[in-house]
């Protein structure tokens, strides 16, 4: 299944090359700076009204210690408004709430304008299953969106999903947005299930059961990667639970390579769906993951949305008010996530970002 996936997403990028544009800046770097990128969303703190026009020029960013030049802030518009958005649904969402649901994300696939690409996969076994790749025709994504299994796998983890999605996703210079539904309990990690929950009192395995030999990723032409390698030493507790564990992980790795994540909560089944302690656990995760990529998190409390619509319109409105934020900065001895802070004196401006971006390591001659 992981094969499927990366040669899927390999071909749909290859073919989705001829529509991209890539976003380059005007003038080439210093040759002693490095040059970063990343995607913020104009907002308004009131939620009244459009938000106000940014400028490069009324931005002022920090990235790790160091002030950062504004190169370029280019409206995610016109010639530069291409996007890939993919829509992960959790397959251990209960069918018959979120079935009511479904036409809502039809109609919102089938809305998006001609240059974004939609994907449409569900979530199972610490992998994504994709009924449909990435494509310009939304009427065929709109039909990969199907009922959820409403069932449980040997190894549940929405957060191990994501990751195996963004490490196979080939990097392009355009926005990549997820859009999640799921509520986020962490079946995999819940010793309730058969595994070890790392942060249960008196447990012997703080690390969790391994992960799966099909969390390796092989995409040609780029080599294997594996969610593995990013997997978090996870301290000894002995209180209770906050999030789960591999929320972090999803976090980061989302970070890195520039995808930002929305979601929406769908109650799931058994036991632990019905569970309000385990439910807030799972929102919290999914929370610290859309706050930290710069995304949006949508919910009514531990209870399903009567309709998705509302949360789509403003995801929608979302999508229209983005920009692609150049930066440069001082180069670094190795590449790593640095903390990115953004400020603008511009009234009424409410800026979303990833926070962090990753600072490329500079180029040995």
Partial sequence: MKR?????????????????????SESKAAPSAAQVHLVITNQTFDDKGEPPVLTAQNMEVKVGKDEAKVQQL?????????????????????????????????????????STAIGVGYMSNTTVQVTQNLTLDHAAAAKGIRLP???????????????????AWPQQNVRREVLMVTDGIDRLRNDTNGGSNPFSA???????????????????GMGAMSTMSTMPAMPSMTTMPTIPVDADTASKVSQKYGVIVDSIYATGVG?????????????????KITEE??????????????????YLERLQKIFNNQYFLVLQVTPRKKGE???????????????????DVWVHAEKSD
Avoid at 203 to 218: E, H, N, Q, R
């Fill in 271 to 287: 036991r632990l769906g019905r569970n309000a302690w385990e439910a807030q656990l799972g929102q919290g995760g999914v929370a």
């Fill in 74 to 114: 280019i409206p995610a518009q016109g010639d530069n408004s291409a996007m890939q958005l993919f829509i992960l649904i959790d397959d251990t969402c209960q069918p018959e709430p979120i079935g009511n649901n479904l036409n809502d994300l039809r109609d919102f696939v089938n809305a998006q304008p001609s």
């Fill in 4 to 24: 499927h996936l990366a040669v899927l997403l390999f071909a749909a990028c290859c073919a989705l090359a001829l529509t991209e544009r890539i976003v380059h």
């Fill in 149 to 167: 299994r409403g069932s449980l796998s040997a190894m549940d983890s929405s957060y191990l999903s994501l990751v195996s999605l963004v490490q």
């Fill in 202 to 220: 008196g447990t012997g395995d703080m690390f969790g059961p391994p992960l799966p030999p099909s969390a390796a990723m092989d995409i040609p």
């Fill in 337 to 355: 996530l640095e903390r990115v802070r953004i400020r603008t004196e511009v009234a009424n401006a409410d800026i979303a970002s990833a926070d």
């Fill in 293 to 310: 990529t710069g995304g949006e998190y949508f919910a009514l409390g531990t209870q399903n949305a009567v309709s998705f619509r509302p």
